[in-house]
T-cell receptor, first 110, second 115 residues
Framework: QKEVEQNSGPLSVPEGAIASLNCTYS??????FFWYRQYSGKSPELIMS????GDKEDGRFTAQLNKASQYVSLLIRDSQPSDSATYLC??????????FGAGTTVTVRA | GAVVSQHPSRVICKSGTSVKIECRSL??????MFWYRQFPKQSLMLMAT?????????EQGVEKDKFLINHASLTLSTLTVTSAHPEDSSFYIC???????????FGQGTRLTVV
């Protein structure tokens, strides 16, 4: 079983719609959860971090964490063409060492 | 956020030669640095963790004699790919942490092509 699993995608959404990304993890000791955006040929860029159960909103992005279900999600509201990228879910037990999911590629259609 | 500079951004080398990649934290002291590798259309895979002044800890399946990591100062870590082969062609990315913040910061990545 992979440590971090994401829905495989690719995910295509029209501009202005909501993109929903899901991630599950296997290590119950995980304490820190991150969503990164990666454009082709570039390094990952941190979008959201979440550490406690519930929702966390930052602009058009909302992360949701449910530790009991070992599940973390990312919603992108009012999707824009510039949001087209691969989104990586990453999990850490708080030693700063990240386990990444395989990523979900999102395409926002204009 | 903090700045991590990785150099070079791209390198092409001949099979059998060695390549050194540098990762520098520009505005903080990086107690811990991580080296990742990413093959096309795959996710980042952790290769090794290095703490300043200590030997690196390598992940299972990563050859420590092939991927030499040095973390001699709080602002610089290097990864040397020795006797490179075409299968080592990949995107190598470092990240650095001061072990105080919950976030580790990524360098820009190095695209290595071995011909």
């Amino acid at each position: 079983q992979k440590e971090v699993e994401q829905n495989s995608g690719p995910l295509s959404v029209p501009e202005g719609a909501i993109a929903s990304l899901n991630c599950t993890y296997s290590d119950r000791g995980s304490q820190s959860f991150f969503w990164y955006r990666q454009y082709s040929g570039k390094s990952p860029e941190l979008i959201m971090s979440i550490y406690s159960n519930g929702d966390k909103e930052d602009g058009r992005f909302t992360a949701q964490l449910n530790k009991a279900s070992q599940y973390v999600s990312l919603l992108i509201r009012d999707s824009q063409p510039s949001d087209s990228a691969t989104y990586l879910c990453a999990v850490s037990p708080n030693d700063y060492k990240l386990s990444f999911g395989a990523g979900t590629t999102v395409t926002v259609r204009a | 956020g903090a700045v991590v500079s990785q150099h070079p951004s791209r390198v092409i080398c001949k099979s059998g030669t060695s390549v050194k990649i540098e990762c520098r934290s520009l505005d903080f002291q990086a107690t811990t640095m991580f080296w990742y590798r990413q093959f096309p259309k795959q996710s980042l895979m952790l290769m090794a963790t290095s703490n300043e002044g200590s030997k690196a800890t390598y992940e299972q399946g990563v050859e420590k004699d092939k991927f030499l990591i040095n973390h001699a100062s709080l602002t610089l870590s290097t990864l040397t790919v020795t006797s490179a082969h075409p299968e080592d062609s990949s995107f190598y990315i470092c990240s650095a942490s001061d072990n105080l913040n919950t976030e580790a910061f990524f360098g820009q990545g190095t695209r290595l092509t071995v011909v």
